[in-house]
C-alpha cells in the first residue's frame, strides 16, 4: 500500500524529467540554427551596409546589400564570434575566380603605413587588375596590360580638372611613388611568386608591404636584410588584386593603401534588398521610414 506523498513525489520527478528534456530540446533547436545561420552567413551569402559613398552611383550611402559569397568561396568566419579577434580562417573552392570588372567585398587590409590589420570591416570597391597584371592610369583613363580598361556604367568625377603627371600626392601608394590619384603607374600587381627589386631606395616604398607578409626588414651599411639575409630581390608570398571606387574623386582605394590580398575577398554584392537613411537614428522611425528608397530595393548590382 502506497504511502501518501509517494506519488507525489514521483509525478515531481516525471515534471522535472520532462522540463530538462524539454530544455535539452529548445537548445538543440537554438544551436541547429545558430549553426545554420553561421554556415550561411560564412559559405553562402551575407549582408552588408553601404557605409560611404565611394561607389556612387552603382551602390548608394544606405543600400543594404546581398553579398554572394560562394561565387568564389567562402570561408570560416574571420574573427571569433560576437568579438573582433581575428583567428586562422579556410577558404572552399569556389565556382569561378574573381574577374577585372568585378564589384567585389573584402576584407579591408589596412592604411598604407599600417602594418597590422585593423578590427575586419567590409569595403567594396571594383576590381580593375588581377595578379600579374601592369596597370596604368594616364589622365584618368585606365589601362590594363597596355589596353583601355572599359568604364564602368556608373563611373563617375566630381572634379572638372585633372591632376596633372608629375605633381606626386604624398599620400599615394607606394610611399615616394611619385604618382597621384590621377596619373598612377606603371607597375604589376603582385603575383604569389613574383620577384621584386629591392635596394635601399626604394625598399622605403615596400616596408609595410612585406612586413604584413610576415616578413622582417632593415637596411643597414647600405644593404637591405630580409629575416637577417642580405637581399637584392623580394619574393611574393600571395596573390593581389588593384581595387578601385566608381567614384573616383571620392574614394579611398587601392590608389591609396595599397593592394588587396586575393585571399580576402568575401564576395560580390547581387541586389539591393533595402536602403534607407544611415545617418538618421533608429529611435527617429518616423523620419527613418521617411528616408526608404524604394526605388533602390531590387536593384542588381553590376
Not at 35 to 52: H, R
Not at 176 to 202: A, C, H, Q, T
Not at 257 to 270: H, K, N, R
Request: hydrophobic fraction near 40%; glycine fraction near 8%; charge should be neutral.
Amino acid at each position: 500500500m502506497q504511502k501518501k506523498g509517494e506519488n507525489t513525489s514521483l509525478k515531481s520527478g516525471s515534471v522535472g524529467q520532462g522540463l530538462k528534456s524539454q530544455l535539452a530540446a529548445f537548445f538543440k533547436e537554438i544551436l541547429f540554427v545558430l549553426g545554420t545561420v553561421l554556415l550561411i552567413n560564412s559559405f553562402v551569402m551575407a549582408s552588408f551596409e553601404v557605409p560611404s559613398g565611394s561607389m556612387e552611383d552603382t551602390v548608394m550611402v544606405g543600400d543594404r546589400l546581398f553579398v554572394n559569397k560562394f561565387i568564389y568561396g567562402g570561408s570560416t568566419p574571420y574573427t571569433l564570434p560576437i568579438t573582433s579577434i581575428r583567428v586562422p580562417h579556410i577558404r572552399v573552392p569556389g565556382f569561378r575566380a574573381v574577374a577585372r570588372g568585378d564589384v567585389i567585398v573584402f576584407d579591408w587590409p589596412g592604411n598604407r603605413d599600417q602594418i597590422e590589420k585593423p578590427e575586419q570591416t567590409w569595403y567594396v570597391k571594383r576590381c580593375i587588375a588581377l595578379p600579374g597584371d601592369t596597370l596604368q592610369i594616364i589622365d584618368r583613363v585606365v589601362y590594363v596590360n597596355g589596353q583601355v580598361f572599359p568604364n564602368p556604367p556608373h563611373l563617375k568625377f566630381l572634379r572638372n580638372w585633372t591632376e596633372p603627371a608629375g605633381y606626386p600626392n604624398p599620400d599615394i601608394f607606394p610611399k615616394g611613388s611619385g604618382f597621384n590619384e590621377d596619373n598612377y603607374g606603371p607597375f604589376v600587381v603582385p603575383r604569389k611568386g613574383d620577384n621584386l627589386s629591392i635596394s635601399p631606395e626604394n625598399v622605403g616604398a615596400w616596408e609595410v608591404f612585406i612586413l604584413r607578409e610576415g616578413h622582417m626588414v632593415e637596411v643597414h651599411k647600405g644593404r637591405v636584410w630580409i629575416d637577417g639575409h642580405e637581399a637584392t630581390k623580394y619574393i611574393m608570398a600571395r596573390d593581389y588584386i588593384f581595387a578601385v571606387g566608381d567614384n573616383r574623386d571620392n574614394s579611398l582605394d587601392s590608389r591609396f593603401w595599397g593592394f588587396v590580398p586575393l585571399e580576402d575577398v568575401i564576395g560580390t554584392p547581387m541586389v539591393v534588398f533595402w536602403s534607407w537613411n544611415p545617418q538618421i537614428p533608429l529611435y527617429n522611425l518616423i523620419d527613418k521610414i521617411r528616408s526608404i528608397n524604394p526605388a533602390r530595393i531590387g536593384t542588381i548590382i553590376r
